[in-house]
């Protein structure tokens, strides 16, 4: 994948507010904010003030951009690192980090060549019985979750099972347990 189609902006454009040094506005991350400067990023963007801290002010098409664009194109363009990224979608609430940027470069990224040659090799150990039973055995006499046990009952509610699969439950439970 190309950097151009990696940093692409699927949303925009986004273009910086008008302001003036000075002016005080309402940044969506840290509240009101006095603006000192502006950014040296690709993305020039207001840079706001609060006592001692700076950093750029989240409002208008920054906030938007934030919304739905992908972290790496955010991190480009304004200059920014992932961490302020994520506390600016923590700032408005957006939960988890799949947003439609995002699920647009996955989803980008894995249909190339290399991701398709990755997928055929997991699927053909997928099934291996070596690695099957590997499994297993990791997981024998361990009790299973809660959430588990709540799924698989919910699962079994109402289900009509066959004679013959009735016989086999019946015996398995008969049969004494090997530890």
Same mark, same amino acid.
């Given at each position: 994948?190309?950097?151009?189609?990696?940093?692409?902006?699927?949303?925009?454009?986004?273009? %910086?507010?008008?302001?003036?040094?000075?002016?005080?506005? +309402?940044?969506?991350?840290?509240?009101?904010?006095?603006?000192?400067?502006?950014?040296?990023?690709?993305? %020039?963007?207001?840079?706001?003030?609060?006592?001692? &801290?700076?950093?750029?002010?989240?409002?208008?098409?920054?906030?938007? &951009?934030?919304?739905?664009?992908? #972290?790496?194109? +955010?991190?480009?363009?304004?200059?920014?690192?992932?961490?302020?990224?994520?506390?600016?979608?923590?700032?408005? *609430?957006?939960?988890? $980090?799949?947003?439609?940027?995002?699920?647009?470069?996955?989803?980008?990224?894995? &249909?190339?060549?290399?991701?398709?040659?990755?997928?055929?090799?997991?699927?053909?150990?997928?099934?291996?019985? #070596?690695?099957?039973?590997?499994?297993?055995?990791?997981?024998?006499?361990?009790?299973?979750?809660?959430?588990?046990?709540?799924?698989?009952?919910?699962?079994?509610? *109402?289900?009509?099972?066959?004679?013959? $699969?009735?016989?086999?439950?019946?015996?398995?439970?008969?049969?004494?347990?090997?530890?």
């Amino acid at each position: 994948m190309r950097d151009s189609d990696r940093f692409q902006l699927r949303f925009g454009p986004y273009r %910086p507010p008008p302001y003036r040094k000075g002016q005080v506005v +309402i940044c969506s991350a840290r509240g009101q904010v006095t603006i000192v400067g502006t950014s040296d990023g690709k993305m %020039p963007w207001p840079v706001g003030k609060t006592h001692r &801290a700076k950093s750029l002010v989240l409002y208008k098409d920054l906030e938007r &951009a934030v919304r739905r664009e992908s #972290v790496l194109a +955010i991190q480009y363009w304004w200059g920014v690192g992932p961490m302020a990224v994520r506390r600016w979608r923590t700032a408005l *609430g957006i939960v988890g $980090t799949n947003n439609e940027g995002t699920s647009a470069l996955r989803r980008d990224h894995f &249909a190339e060549p290399w991701a398709e040659i990755a997928r055929r090799k997991a699927w053909s150990k997928a099934r291996d019985p #070596v690695r099957c039973e590997k499994i297993a055995a990791s997981k024998r006499g361990k009790p299973r979750p809660p959430h588990v046990l709540e799924a698989m009952r919910k699962a079994s509610v *109402g289900r009509v099972v066959s004679q013959e $699969t009735r016989r086999k439950m019946s015996e398995a439970h008969r049969k004494p347990r090997q530890t």
